[in-house]
């Protein structure tokens, strides 16, 4: 099976679509696909690649699950379509950016917008049946994403990672800490964003280190 990403990525990942693993994975999600309602649709899988190529990823954030409620995700990890309520977690997010930055929090929960700023928006799983959280995990996603962030670590300089919560800093331990800018908290969910997430001026944090590298800054 041809798979359908971004060719800027396409090109550094094509030797994890030989292997064995991923020719599993993608039998197990077509399977999926057509028995189950599963999240987002096909076509969105890997809209976190197609819509920040690798040449213009400068910050990473990594998730875990896709949202499993109807018309929620939408290939972005905290990301949800226009038009659809803002989960807690993305709450709690645009809050601490409106602390930071004294940006109002936006109609909209689509962060389209940051991936298109070179904003890479990655969930450790890309697709989950609905209403079953986790219930594609440990199927070969986390391998392909992983694969991912150590292709950006190794190929990469200066890169700003954020990872929220102890899911995000294990998968992450893969990382150069000596030639990127690793940012830890708690996550924003909340039942964890009073215990680090919110005060934790990532975003901040996160400008002032693109600026000092001549790069591009986020408009969150």
């Known amino acids: 099976m041809e798979v359908k990403i971004a060719d800027s990525w396409k090109n550094k990942l094509s030797n ?5 693993y991923f ?3 993608v039998k197990f999600v077509k ?8 999240y987002p649709p096909g076509n969105e899988i890997f809209n976190a690649f197609d819509h920040c190529s690798f040449d213009e990823t400068r910050v990473v954030i990594i998730g875990q699950d896709p949202y499993h409620g109807p018309g929620q995700a939408n290939g972005l990890c905290f990301s949800v379509r226009d038009g659809i309520r803002k989960p807690p977690s993305l709450l709690n997010i645009f809050k601490e ?3 930071e930055l004294g940006e109002e929090i936006p109609e909209s929960g689509n962060l389209e917008r940051w991936a298109e700023q070179g904003v890479l928006l990655l969930n450790a799983t ?5 209403n079953t959280a986790g219930s594609h995990q440990k199927k ?3 391998e392909f994403t992983d694969a991912v962030i150590k292709t950006i670590s190794d190929e990469k300089d200066g890169v700003v990672f954020l990872l929220w919560g102890a899911y995000a800093q ?4 893969i990382i150069d800490a000596e030639k990127h ?16 997430f919110f005060g934790n001026d990532h975003f901040i944090k996160t400008n002032e280190y693109l600026q000092k590298n001549g790069k591009p800054t986020i408009n969150w």
């Open 16 to 20: 994890e679509f030989d292997k064995t």
């Open 23 to 25: 020719q599993k994975l």
């Open 31 to 38: 399977s999926e696909y057509q028995q189950h309602t599963i």
């Open 97 to 99: 950016i409106k602390s």
């Open 126 to 130: 890309l697709t989950v049946r609905a």
């Open 140 to 142: 070969g996603w986390e």
């Open 170 to 173: 294990k998968k992450g331990s």
């Open 181 to 196: 800018y690793v940012l830890k908290s708690a996550h924003p969910s909340p039942f964890a964003a009073d215990r680090g």
